[in-house]
């Protein structure tokens, strides 16, 4: 079975950095596409960063140069660096499982972790 755990939010001041976790369970992290969602309050759901297997990555344009997607096959696990953050990160943030050829459909997610990002 398929678990995701997230791990690492909290508050940080604008500027500042926060490395995101998200531990693996039921799976290998290099057998499938992972990604990083948010979703800030009365906002759509926004992907921020994908990882194919092929350790190709993609970013949200709004992120870009800001954030790194990564993956330790070690730790089983799915990372996000976040620098240089802003008062407009603030979101509740997801990892989530994709498809094996290809990303979409995202059908197992994790129960979120919420960064603060305040001015």
């Known amino acids: 079975q398929v678990h995701l755990v997230e791990s690492g939010g909290g508050s940080v001041q604008a500027g500042g950095s926060m490395r995101l976790s998200c531990a693996v369970s039921?799976?290998?992290?290099?057998?499938?596409?992972l990604a990083w969602f948010r979703q800030a309050p009365g906002k759509e759901r926004e992907r921020v960063a994908t990882i194919e297997r092929n350790r190709r990555t993609d970013y949200a344009d709004s992120v870009k140069g800001r954030f790194t997607i990564s993956r330790d096959i070690a730790k089983n696990s799915l990372f996000l660096q976040m620098n240089s953050l802003k008062p407009e990160d603030t979101a509740m943030y997801y990892c989530?499982?994709?498809?094996?050829?290809?990303?979409?459909?995202?059908?197992?997610w994790g129960q979120g972790t919420q960064v603060t990002v305040s001015s």
């Open positions: 989530a499982r994709g498809g094996v050829y290809s990303c979409q459909p995202y059908n197992y």
């Open positions: 039921g799976y290998t992290v290099s057998s499938a596409c």
